[in-house]
């Protein structure tokens, strides 16, 4: 990582550290405690009472644990200043541009790789240079798009990545390990300690340890299974898991798309849109097909319509799979 928020040379190296559920929270404390820093408050000792007021610029399609961490880190949903996206759910850098430029106020960024409906992922390479003028800190939300940079095929969606100040993601989406597991990486350890140590006589290594850049004191090691599946996957492994994924989502909405259900997504990743007819055309079959139990696919609201939400992010899933659902799926809309 280069020159990040501030304009301070940064380490280069970002850490990887576990935590359960995400790494949005203490990416986003990492970025409370830098920003105020900026302007001279030390919010880990002054909290927000009297602080300088935070604005966080979010694309109006972000995550809803977004604003669940917001709301634990004190800074309040209101402190969202939402920003445009396009059809497919990606950051309007333009309207980002203009945003930035409302105010002179310790600002924080937090941008998408991996919408949940469409799987949208932000322009990341625009978008941190516009924040960075700014002196805003940039965290992205890779929860399961981030595991797209391990794909020579998907690496141009994911350009810029390395600029950004702070990474979530998640291991138990795309990398296929059990439930819980969170990864946060921050580019500066300094501010990352800062925002989340915490020490006691008692403690062994205590100022050093992975407790001291989570928010649970104790908690097994979650870390053991993370190493495992990506030292048995590889680096080419996990390319193909990602590739293989997408490809499957691309079939499904070949082939549904070709018997005329309406795909209402650009497939750019492993999520793939579908309605048939009307809404409740859509949620009487997505029952159906849940019923009928060859496949589980979930519903959600997209742009106003209901839509049936298919996510390929199991490493079992074959090609015979899909077909098999989407034969299901079809004979549910049409008997
Ligand atoms: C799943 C997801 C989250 C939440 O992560 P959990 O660890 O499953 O709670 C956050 N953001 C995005 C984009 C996600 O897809």
């Not at 576990?18 to 990416?27: D, E, L, S, W």
């Not at 409906?117 to 800190?137: F, K, P, Q, V, Y």
């Not at 300690?193 to 020490?199: D, G, L």
């Amino acid at each position: 990582m280069g020159e990040g928020a501030g304009g301070h040379p940064r380490h280069r190296v970002g850490r990887l550290r576990h935590r359960r559920a995400g790494g949005n929270t203490v990416g986003l404390a990492a970025a409370r405690h830098h920003v105020l820093a900026a302007r001279g408050w030390d919010v880990e000792q002054g909290g927000l009472q009297d602080a300088p007021h935070v604005r966080v610029l979010v694309g109006d399609e972000r995550h809803s644990t977004i604003d669940r961490s917001l709301r634990l880190l004190g800074l309040g949903t209101g402190s969202a200043v939402p920003v445009r996206t396009d059809d497919n759910g990606a950051i309007d850098v333009g309207h980002l541009e203009e945003v930035l430029a409302e105010a002179d106020a310790p600002t924080i960024v937090c941008l998408q790789m991996g919408n949940v409906n469409t799987g949208a992922i932000d322009d990341l390479e625009r978008s941190c240079a516009l924040a960075h003028d700014r002196g805003a800190w940039v965290h992205v939300d890779g929860a399961f798009g981030l595991w797209a940079a391990a794909s020579p095929a998907h690496q141009h969606l994911t350009r810029g990545i390395e600029q950004a100040d702070s990474w979530g993601c998640d291991v138990h989406k795309w990398l296929n390990v059990p439930y819980d597991g969170g990864l946060v990486f921050v580019s500066r350890p300094d501010v990352h300690s800062a925002a989340t140590s915490m020490t006691a006589s008692y403690l062994v290594g205590a100022g050093t340890g992975g407790s001291d850049l989570v928010l649970n004191a104790s908690r097994r090691a979650r870390g053991f299974a993370v190493w495992a599946a990506i030292r048995e996957l590889g680096r080419s492994g996990l390319a193909e898991l990602v590739e293989r994924n997408c490809t499957l989502a691309r079939r499904f909405a070949d082939q549904l798309g070709e018997a005329g259900a309406e795909i209402g997504n650009d497939v750019m990743l492993n999520q793939v849109l579908v309605s048939f007819d009307d809404d409740a055309t859509t949620d009487a079959v997505i029952e159906r097909v849940q019923q009928d139990g060859t496949c589980w696919m979930g519903g959600t609201t997209w742009r106003g319509c209901r839509y049936m939400r298919i996510a390929v992010s199991n490493h079992t899933t074959t090609e015979a799979d899909v077909d098999r659902s989407v034969e299901a799926i079809l004979r549910c809309w049409r008997p």
